[in-house]
C-alpha cells in the first residue's frame, strides 16, 4: 500500500516558475514504483502529463516537453515536477500517482495509487 500527499501548488504568473512535491510513504518501497503525474482542468478528462520510471527513465507528453521536468528521490520518497514558462493552460489540478505494474504510462487506469491533488492556477 502507497499514500501519496501533493504539494507546491498555488497561483503563478504566466512565464513563471513552480515546483510541485509529491511525499510517498507506507510499507513498499517508493523506489520499485514507476511515478507520474497527471492533470485535470475543469469540465476535461485527467490527462499524462510526465513519468519517470524506477529506473529513471523520463517520458513527457507533448505539451510539456522543454517545459516540464520530472524527478524523484528515492531515498527522500519524493518525486517532483519542476515546471518552468508556466501558461494559462497549465491551470489544473495536478495529481501524482504510482504504478508497479507494465503498461502504458499515459493510461491513468493502469496506476494504482493516487494523491489528493494540488490546484495550480497560471494567472496571464
Known amino acids: 500500500q502507497v499514500q501519496l500527499a501533493e504539494s507546491g501548488g498555488g497561483l503563478v504568473q504566466a512565464g513563471g516558475p513552480l515546483r510541485l512535491s509529491c511525499a510517498a510513504s507506507?510499507?513498499?518501497?517508493?523506489?520499485?514504483?514507476?511515478l507520474a503525474w497527471f492533470r485535470q482542468a475543469p469540465g476535461t478528462e485527467r490527462e499524462f502529463v510526465a513519468a519517470?520510471?524506477?529506473?529513471?527513465?523520463?517520458t513527457y507528453y507533448d505539451f510539456v516537453k522543454g517545459r516540464f521536468t520530472i524527478s524523484r528521490d528515492n531515498a527522500k520518497n519524493l518525486v517532483y515536477l519542476q515546471m518552468n514558462s508556466l501558461k494559462p493552460e497549465d491551470t489544473a489540478v495536478y495529481y501524482c500517482?504510482?504504478?508497479?505494474?507494465?503498461?502504458?504510462?499515459?493510461?491513468?487506469?493502469?496506476?494504482?495509487?493516487w494523491g489528493q491533488g494540488t490546484q495550480v492556477t497560471v494567472s496571464s
Open positions: 519517470i520510471t524506477r529506473t529513471e527513465g523520463t
Open positions: 500517482a504510482a504504478k508497479i505494474s507494465t503498461g502504458s504510462f499515459y493510461r491513468d487506469s493502469n496506476y494504482a495509487y
Open positions: 507506507g510499507r513498499t518501497f517508493i523506489s520499485s514504483y514507476t
